[in-house]
């Protein structure tokens, strides 16, 4: 249906047109695209290529955000990577749509959007160009190309509004279709034990033969590769660094504003437009009514009055006044840029200060750490150095003062072909990049996340290897009679329905294999997002609202242990005044907003396909850490 076709496409289409600045700018980004000039690329649409400059620009923004969520696992960072290329490659496309039929967004609506945007709106509750600076600054925006990325946004938004917009769903439709997503449907149901499934021979060698090869993975032995592997650790080089009090007062000036944080209240402001309505405002105050009433007065919302949460020289002139009073203190009036304002402050955040003599350790451990990091850096690019002039990778990391060491086989867990852990540090990404490498080449150092820099050479490799029989005899056969006990339960659980489908009961077949005969309740249509209380597992519910009342489906419980048949005994919709007048209209063109965003999803999706693009898939994997 079309909520189950918009989860495709609705992500990026609504980020489009909702998600200008979220995520510290998101992943729309591609003004300047066909500016200047670049021998890298990592992708191309059309003819045109998208610059890695503007690809680590989105990237970096979007896994900054995240990060303040917490650490980014690899997996995540690859997917937000992924994530950037589609709206960058997206976006390439639609600009070709854009070019042909001549949309424009001009100046004054460009201007107009970005004065609106909450992110750029100061202290005196405004647009604040500092602040709109200070933001695009730190997302790597000059002033004129996030102007033209917003440009390119809005220009965007007006030929995908074209085309998802004007859709009418007829009323009947839009009846139907309301009622489909809104019937309920009651069941009877009976849970098949195992024992029903009848006795399981037990399996001949041929068939066990069969289930093996049928089953390779799981009856094979693993991968075993042998690999050389050069190391270097910060151990290895923290009795070479050396931290002075010099480079820790520097680092604590660097770095103040995290060590000495101001106090911030938030507060909230009421304008009005001369000095004898603010103080008759603030006589009001002090007659006992709260800021609150004044804000309704005015017919303003609470929305309308945040300040946020501001420090003394956000306000200026007016934070001596504002940080002289307590907690749900007001002001005198005071001037503002227009009129005159009350301001009271609602919450408190004291400040914070640690002096350098209380953070000297946990500075002189960072620099310790930024320094062991440098040094490490030096020693790998040494260490390229001398393996590019012909030592291999055992001579090289010898020569500059790397660990080396040999493994004669290994498995992707770190495991010997004996069953014992393998001599290896105990660093996932090791493992990780030993079975990605290819076999005889060289690589270069990689660092890990420990901060130890490793260089992998994999110089054979044993593949799987089925199994002997007899040596896994045992778990061959259980397996087997456990998968040939299922498919007898379900020969089983389809007679059954079969049974109670033709007497319109459960009853009979219940007893047939001794178990009661549940009610389910009232059951409601699967939905995305829509939990599913009851006691049938979703794939037998869908089952339930695909065959009319009096039929029986069957499918597996949660845990695929046991069989459930459930017989469909009633089917209701919602009564006919629930869906009309003006809430028909309403969910009817809810209904075409919907397909609306369908047709535009279609759209982009179209215009990609027909630009045609190429991506650069090793660069855009060395930029997201795949290859890091």
């Known amino acids: ?19 200008l600045l979220a995520l510290s700018f998101g992943v729309w980004g591609i003004a300047d695209i066909f500016r200047g000039s670049s021998d890298t690329s990592v992708a191309t649409v059309g003819g045109e290529k998208i610059p890695i400059e503007l690809f680590q620009r989105d990237y ?47 100046d004054d609506t460009v201007s107009a959007r970005i004065r609106a945007m909450q992110n750029f709106i100061g ?12 933001l695009i600054d730190q997302a790597g925006f ?40 809104n019937e309920a449907r009651a069941a009877d149901y009976m849970v098949i034990p195992v024992t029903a499934a009848g006795i399981v021979p037990a399996p001949s060698d041929a068939e066990l033969n069969a289930y093996l090869k049928a089953h390779v993975s799981r009856f094979s032995t693993p991968e075993y590769r042998q690999v050389t592997y050069a190391w270097i650790a910060p151990s290895d080089v923290a009795s070479k660094i050396t931290v002075s009090d010099v480079q820790m007062k520097q680092a604590y000036e660097f770095d103040k504003a995290k060590y000495v944080v101001p106090e911030k209240r938030q507060l909230e402001q009421i304008t009005y437009p001369d000095l004898p309505s603010a103080k008759a405002a603030r006589l009001k105050i002090d007659s006992g009514s709260s800021f609150s009433d004044l804000a309704r007065a005015r017919g303003l919302n609470p929305a309308d009055i945040e300040l946020g949460d501001l420090t003394k020289a956000d306000l200026g002139e007016r934070g001596v006044a504002v ?10 009036p005071l001037k503002a840029p227009v009129g005159f304002a009350l301001i009271h402050v609602v919450n408190i955040t004291p400040g914070t200060s640690r002096s350098f003599e209380e953070v000297k350790e946990e500075l002189r451990k960072k620099i310790a750490d930024q320094l062991a990091t440098a040094k490490i850096g030096d020693i790998a690019n040494q260490y390229i150095d001398a393996n590019s ?52 080449e060289e690589g270069d150092p990689f660092s890990a996340k420990s901060g130890t820099s490793y260089v992998i050479k994999v110089v054979g490799v044993r593949p799987p290897k089925l199994k002997s029989l007899e040596t896994v005899r045992a778990e061959a056969t259980a397996a087997w009679q456990k998968e040939r006990q299922l498919r007898q339960l379900e020969a089983k659980a389809k007679s059954i329905s079969e049974m109670a489908s033709a007497q319109g009961s459960l009853k009979a077949a219940a007893a047939s294999v001794g178990v009661t005969v549940q009610s389910s309740g009232p059951l409601r249509r699967p939905q995305p997002k829509r939990p599913l209380p009851g006691p049938l597992p979703l794939p037998l519910v869908t089952k339930v609202f695909s065959v009319p009342a009096g039929k029986a489906v069957y499918g597996p419980t949660s845990d695929h242990s046991a069989y459930i ?21 309403r969910f009817a063109g809810q209904v075409g907003t919907s397909a609306g965003q369908d047709i535009a999803g279609a759209v982009a999706a179209a215009a990609r396909s027909k630009a045609g693009v190429s991506i650069e898939q090793k660069t855009v994997d060395r930029l997201t850490g795949e290859n890091s």
Do not use: C
Request: net charge positive; proline share 5%.
């Open 1 to 19: 249906m079309l909520q189950q076709m918009r989860k495709y496409t609705k992500s990026w289409v609504s980020s489009l047109f909702l998600g």
């Open 60 to 106: 970096r923004n979007l896994t900054r955000a995240a990060a303040q969520q917490g650490p980014i696992k690899p997996a995540a960072a690859r997917a937000y990577g992924q994530q950037v290329l589609d709206g960058l490659i997206n976006e390439a496309a639609l600009n070709t749509y854009l070019n042909r039929y001549g949309i424009m967004a001009t």
């Open 123 to 134: 202290p005196l509750g405004t647009f604040d160009h500092n602040t709109f600076q200070r």
């Open 142 to 181: 000059t002033e004129e190309g996030f102007i033209e990325y917003m440009r390119g946004v809005l220009e965007r938004e007006q030929f995908l509004g074209a085309a998802g917009s004007g859709l009418q769903m007829p009323p009947g439709y839009a009846r139907a279709f309301f009622n489909y997503l």
């Open 323 to 332: 940080f002289a009073l307590a907690k749900d203190g007001v002001t005198a």
């Open 389 to 440: 002039r012909g030592q291999d990778i055992a001579k090289a990391a010898a020569s500059v003062g790397m660990h080396v060491a040999n493994l004669a086989a290994v498995d992707a867990h770190g495991n010997t072909p004996e069953g014992g852990k393998a001599r290896i540090p105990s660093d996932p990404e090791l493992l990780a990049q030993v079975f990605k490498a290819e076999v005889g």
């Open 565 to 585: 048949v459930a017989l469909v005994t009633a089917v209701q919709h919602p009564p006919a005044f629930v869906l009309r007048g003006s809430g028909l209209r």
